[in-house]
Nanobody
Framework: QMQLEESGGGLVRPGGSLRLSCAAS????????MGWYRQAPGKQRELVAL???????DYADSVQGRFSISRDNNKNMVYLEMNDLQPEDTAVYYC???????????WGQGTQVTVSS
C-alpha cells in the first residue's frame, strides 16, 4: 500500500514557475514508477511526466523543456519543477505511483495549479 500527498500548487502568472511535491508513504516507493498527471476542466486526465526506479524520465510533448521531474528515494518524495507556465497548464495535478510488482496504481488527492494574469 502507498499513500500519496501533493503540495505546492497555487496561482501563478504566465511565465512563472512552481514546484510541486509529492510525499509517499509505504515501503514500495523505491521500486515504483512515479508520475505526475493533470486534469483540466472538461478534459481527460493526461500524463505530464514519469520517472522510474532508475531515474529514467519521460515527458508529454507539451511540457518537454519546461517541466522537470525528480525523486528523492531517501525521503520518499517526488517533485515536478514547472517553468514558463502558461494558461493551458492550468489543471489539477495528481501524483501517481505504479508498482509493477503488484500491478497497483496509487493516486494522490490532487493540487490545483492556476496560471492567469
Amino acid at each position: 500500500q502507498m499513500q500519496l500527498e501533493e503540495s505546492g500548487g497555487g496561482l501563478v502568472r504566465p511565465g512563472g514557475s512552481l514546484r510541486l511535491s509529492c510525499a509517499a508513504s509505504g515501503s514500495l516507493f523505491n521500486i515504483a514508477t512515479m508520475g505526475w498527471y493533470r486534469q483540466a476542466p472538461g478534459k481527460q486526465r493526461e500524463l505530464v511526466a514519469l520517472i522510474n526506479s532508475v531515474d529514467i524520465t519521460d515527458y508529454a510533448d507539451s511540457v518537454q523543456g519546461r517541466f522537470s521531474i525528480s525523486r528523492d528515494n531517501n525521503k520518499n518524495m517526488v517533485y515536478l519543477e514547472m517553468n514558463d507556465l502558461q494558461p493551458e497548464d492550468t489543471a489539477v495535478y495528481y501524483c501517481n505511483a505504479y508498482v509493477g510488482q503488484n500491478r497497483e496504481n496509487y493516486w494522490g488527492q490532487g493540487t490545483q495549479v492556476t496560471v492567469s494574469s
